[in-house]
C-alpha cells in the first residue's frame, strides 16, 4: 500500500468512528452511495487517491459526503490534523481552510511561524474565538490582524510578550470589541506616556489617568475577565479607570503590582465589588485602611493576597465574613497575632473553602489551626509552609476533622516531630500529596512506613526527595506494578 493510500484508509477508519461518536451518522442516511452523480468525481476531495478493488468502496464513501458533513467531519480535528490532512489533496486544502473550523489558536515562540504566516493565518480565521500567544516579539503586528479580521474574538491570551502598546490596545477595542476575557500576564500594556511613571523603591506615583491604557478597557463592553498579572505599568489612577469603566468585571489579576494604594482599592471595591468573583492582589503596599472593607465583595469565591504583611486584625476578620469564598491564600501575613486566627475562623463564614494558604503567616498557632479544622471541614488543600509556632497537636485536629484533604503543604514547619502521622492513612483516604521539606525532626522511617501502606501517596521528606517505602519492597514492586499497598498481618487485625 502507497503512503497516499494508506493515509486514505487511517482517513476513512477515523470518519467512520466520528460519525458514529458524533451523531453524524444520521445525515449520512440520505445519501446514496451508489449514485453516479460525482461524474467521475469531479467533485470529490480525495479524487486525488482514488484506489483500486477493496479501495474503492472507501473513496466512493468519501466521495459521496457533501461539504457540510466534510466540516462536521473535520471540526473533531485538532489544528495539527487538519493540517496535514490538507496536504493529502487539494480538495481537503481547500475544505481544511474553512474559518468555521479555526475558532482557536494557540502559538508559543517565535520559532513556530514567521510574522507573515502568522498574519495570514489570521486573516483567514474570521471565526476565531480564542487566540492564545506566548514569548513571541512580533505582537504588534498579530494584535493589527486580530482587529482587522478576527472581529468575533472572545478570548486572548498575551503571555510574557513585549508590552502592548497604547495604539495596540486601541486597535484592539476598534476591531474585537466582543472579547469577553483579556490576559496580559506578564506582557502588560504601555500608557499613553510610555514608562514615564515607573517607581523605584517607595516613591509614590501622581500619574493621571487620562493617558492610562486601562480606560480603553472601558471600550470591551462585554468583559468579564481581566488578567494583568506582572504589569507594573498599572498605577492607582489605572486601577480606577477600571473600576469606573469595566462595568461587568468579575475576575481581575493584579497581582505583582506594587504601590497601588488603598484609596485606589477602596475606589474599586465601591465601584465593582459587589460583581467581582476572583481577586488577585498583590497586598504589600496595602493596609487595613482597603483590607478592611473586603468584606463588602460578599460574592468572592476566589481570594488571593500574596503579600499581606501590613494586615491586621480589622482586615483579616473583614476577609473571614466572606462566605462564599471557597479558595483563600492570605501570604506572609507577618502582622497578624495568634489570636488574630482563632477569631477570623471561629466567625463561621469560611465554611465552603476547599484551599486555603497561609504560608509565611509565622504567628498563627495550635489553636488557629484548630480553629480552621473545626470550621472549615470541607478542605482539600492545604498550605501551612514557614509556619513556625504549629505542632503536632494542631495537625492532629486537621487529620481528624478534615476528611477530604488531598494536598497538606508543611514545609518549613520546623516543630513537628511526626505524631500526627500514623492515622493519616486511615483518616485522610484521598490524601495524595504530604510535603515535609525541611522539617528536621520527622523520622524518614515513618514517613516510609507510610508509603508503604498506600503507595499512590507522594510524601517529600526533608530534602524535597520522594519517600520510597524501603529497599526491601524494591524488588517485589518492580515485578508487580499493580500494587497499591503492601501490610503486615498484624495491621489487618487492628
Given at each position: ?13 477515523k ?9 453524524i ?21 480525495v ?26 467531519i ?20 481547500n ?11 494557540c ?27 506566548t514569548s ?11 482587529s ?90 489605572g ?102 486566627f ?138 508487580h ?14
Amino acid at each position: 500500500m502507497t503512503a497516499s493510500k494508506e493515509s486514505d484508509a487511517c482517513l476513512f477508519y477515523k470518519v467512520s468512528r466520528l460519525t458514529e461518536d458524533s451523531g453524524i451518522a444520521s445525515d449520512l442516511s440520505a445519501i446514496d452511495l451508489e449514485s453516479e452523480d460525482d461524474e467521475e468525481h469531479g467533485g470529490c476531495p480525495v479524487h486525488d487517491h482514488a484506489g483500486q478493488g477493496g479501495a474503492q468502496d472507501a473513496d466512493q464513501f468519501l466521495c459521496s459526503l457533501p461539504q457540510e458533513i466534510w466540516i462536521k467531519i473535520f471540526a473533531e480535528f485538532s489544528p495539527y490534523e487538519l493540517c496535514e490532512i490538507g496536504l493529502t489533496s487539494k480538495g481537503f486544502l481547500n475544505l481544511t481552510r474553512d474559518p468555521s473550523l479555526w475558532s482557536e489558536l494557540c502559538l508559543v515562540g517565535d520559532a513556530i511561524a514567521e510574522t507573515s504566516i502568522v498574519v495570514h493565518l489570521i486573516s483567514r480565521c474570521s471565526q476565531l474565538n480564542k487566540i492564545s500567544l506566548t514569548s513571541r516579539d512580533d505582537i504588534s503586528d498579530i494584535i493589527l490582524a486580530l482587529s482587522n479580521s478576527a472581529h468575533q474574538l472572545r478570548q486572548l491570551d498575551v503571555k510574557y510578550c513585549q508590552p502592548l502598546t497604547y495604539t495596540d490596545l486601541e486597535d484592539l477595542a476598534t476591531g474585537c470589541g466582543m472579547l469577553e476575557s483579556i490576559n496580559l500576564e506578564g506582557t502588560g500594556c504601555l500608557n499613553g506616556d510610555g514608562d514615564t511613571h515607573e517607581m523605584e523603591g517607595s516613591n509614590k506615583c501622581h500619574c493621571g489617568h487620562s493617558l492610562s491604557f486601562s480606560i480603553l478597557f472601558g471600550q470591551f463592553k462585554h468583559l468579564t475577565d481581566l488578567n494583568l498579572f506582572l504589569c507594573r505599568n498599572l498605577h492607582s489612577k489605572g486601577l480606577e479607570s477600571i473600576a469606573e469603566f469595566c462595568e461587568n468585571l468579575e475576575r481581575l489579576n493584579i497581582d505583582e503590582i506594587n504601590y497601588l494604594s488603598d484609596d485606589s482599592i477602596n475606589t474599586f471595591i465601591d465601584l465593582r465589588g459587589k460583581k467581582m468573583k476572583m481577586l488577585w492582589i498583590d497586598g504589600e503596599s496595602l493596609s487595613d485602611e482597603s483590607f478592611g472593607n473586603f468584606e463588602k465583595m460578599m460574592n468572592l469565591e476566589l481570594l488571593s493576597i500574596s503579600f499581606a504583611d501590613n494586615m491586621g486584625s480589622r482586615g483579616l476578620i473583614s476577609i473571614a465574613k466572606l462566605g462564599k469564598l471557597e479558595w483563600l491564600k492570605l501570604r506572609r501575613g507577618a502582622e497578624l497575632d495568634p489570636i488574630d486566627f482563632v477569631t477570623a475562623f471561629n466567625l463561621g463564614k469560611l465554611k465552603n473553602l476547599n484551599s486555603l494558604d497561609l504560608s509565611e503567616c509565622s504567628k498563627i498557632d495550635d489553636a488557629g489551626i484548630i480553629s480552621v479544622a473545626k470550621h472549615c471541614p470541607i478542605l482539600g488543600t492545604l498550605s501551612l509552609n514557614w509556619c513556625w509556632e504549629i505542632t503536632d497537636v494542631g495537625l492532629a485536629s486537621i487529620v481528624n476533622k478534615c476528611k477530604y484533604l488531598i494536598n497538606l503543604n508543611l514545609c518549613g514547619v520546623v516543630r513537628l516531630l511526626g505524631d500526627f502521622l500514623p492515622s493519616i492513612n486511615k483518616l485522610l483516604v484521598g490524601l495524595q500529596l504530604l510535603d515535609l521539606e525541611q522539617c528536621p525532626d520527622v523520622q524518614l522511617a515513618v514517613l516510609e512506613d507510610l508509603v508503604r501502606q498506600n503507595l499512590d501517596l507522594v510524601i517529600k521528606d526533608y530534602y524535597g526527595e520522594q519517600v520510597t517505602p524501603g529497599r526491601k519492597f524494591s524488588e517485589i514492586l518492580l515485578d508487580h506494578p499493580e500494587i497499591t499497598f503492601i501490610s503486615y498481618d498484624h495491621e489487618w487485625d487492628s
